[in-house]
């Protein structure tokens, strides 16, 4: 028994020292990293619920902003995987126009098979008349390898009008004609006359209580696309918030083996103390 004890503290010792020297041993660091992107993800999710700048005037801060992220990751032996992503926005305001550009890309493999394989990417440009009429245009591009729509395109502009503005409410809608490409996981694939509409909703119950409601409908004779994402947004203290979010994607016309509906419920919290 003495022995054992003897051991043991030895051992302890000894593994304070090693976290003390080289954490990467325990596993430790590997623990922070994947901390450090969970918490980056949920204050994503909630800034982006609680951006004051998305509902103003321009939509986005005056002068050019912007980041950027890569992630990549590669596991073999009880399980051969490959992650890769690739995030990137810009944002660009000048007087009365204002510009956003973003991008994402993902790809995975499991054990020899790829799992995922997208890639999206928008631009956006807009110049306000008055305070809550202005003007857009807007391109986007969407591929992705498991989904009806394998490649989807949009070229397009129109008006759009803030119905309401102010810190604690906030509405705003906009659509207009296009042009769409799309090509089906079939080979089939069309260019016709689209159109977009699109709605943006923020209401604050209480200085921390918020609700958004994001809302894209993208239509032209091949199919029907709507995504629509409510979330609630609780900033209870300094040193915690919430959100509740769910997200629901409809496609009027989907291949044989494809969902009409996909919906995804999402809480992200963060505390701090």
Known sequence: MTKFLATTAVALL?????????????????????????TED????????????????????????????LQFSAADGNSDTVELSTAARLTYGVGDWSHSFGLAAEFGEANGERNEENFFGTYEASRAFTPQLYAFGTGRFEYDDFETVERDAFLGGGLGYRIVNTEQFA??????????????????????AAGILSSRFFYGLTDAVSLTNDTDILGSDTNTLLTNDFGVNFRSTDTLSTRVSYRSEYNDNPLAGFDEWDNTFGISLVVGF
């Not at 090693?18 to 901390?35: M, P, S």
């Not at 994503?44 to 950027?68: C, H, I, M, W, Y």
């Not at 509405?171 to 016709?192: A, F, I, K, S």
């Open 14 to 38: 000894m593994a304070s020292q090693v976290h003390a020297q080289a954490t990467g041993l325990t596993g430790v660091d590997r623990l922070d990293d994947r901390i450090d992107d969970i």
């Open 42 to 69: 949920a204050r994503d999710d909630l800034d982006e619920g609680n951006d004051a700048q998305r509902f103003s005037t321009n939509g986005v801060p005056q002068g050019l902003r912007g980041s950027a992220a």
């Open 171 to 192: 509405w705003r809608v906009q659509g207009g004609p296009g042009v769409r490409y799309t090509r089906l996981q079939d080979g089939n694939d069309e260019t016709e």
